[in-house]
C-alpha cells in the first residue's frame, strides 16, 4: 500500500522559512517523480513545484520560482519542498504526490491528474 506522508508544516511570519518533508513507503520510490501542490482557501488545487525521478530535473510555478526549491534523496525514500520568503498568499494545504507515469511520458507531469497517488497534506499559514 502506497503512502505518503508530509511534515513540517506550521505557522510562520512573511519572509520566513518552512522546510516541508514527504515521506513515501510501498512503492519504488527512484522511479516516480514526485510533485508538491497546494490548496488555498476557497482555491482549487494547483501546481508548486515537481522534480524527476533522478533529481536532476525540476520545475516550478511562476509564483514560487525563486522562493521555494524541491529535492529528493532517493535513498531515504523522501522529498522536501524548502520553502524561503513566504508571503500571505502562499498560505494552504501543501500536498505531496506521485507521478508513476512521468518515466513514460519523459517528464514530469504538472497536472493533478497526472499524479496517481497523494499525502494527506500539512498546513501552511503565513501570517503578514
Known amino acids: 500500500q502506497v503512502q505518503l506522508v508530509e511534515s513540517g508544516g506550521g505557522l510562520v511570519q512573511a519572509g520566513g522559512s518552512l522546510r516541508l518533508a514527504c515521506a513515501a513507503s510501498g512503492l519504488t520510490f527512484s522511479s516516480y517523480a514526485m510533485g508538491w501542490f497546494r490548496q488555498g482557501p476557497g482555491k482549487e488545487r494547483e501546481f508548486v513545484t515537481t522534480?524527476?525521478?533522478?533529481?536532476?530535473?525540476?520545475y516550478y510555478a511562476d509564483s514560487v520560482k525563486g522562493r521555494f526549491t524541491i529535492s529528493r534523496d532517493n535513498s531515504k525514500n523522501t522529498v522536501y519542498l524548502q520553502m524561503n520568503s513566504l508571503k500571505p498568499e502562499d498560505t494552504a494545504v501543501y500536498y505531496c504526490?506521485?507521478?508513476?507515469?512521468?518515466?513514460?511520458?519523459?517528464?514530469?507531469?504538472?497536472?493533478?491528474?497526472?499524479?496517481?497517488?497523494w499525502g494527506q497534506g500539512t498546513q501552511v499559514t503565513v501570517s503578514s
Open positions: 504526490a506521485a507521478d508513476k507515469l512521468a518515466r513514460a511520458r519523459g517528464a514530469p507531469g504538472k497536472r493533478t491528474s497526472d499524479y496517481a497517488y
Open positions: 522534480i524527476s525521478w533522478t533529481g536532476i530535473s525540476t
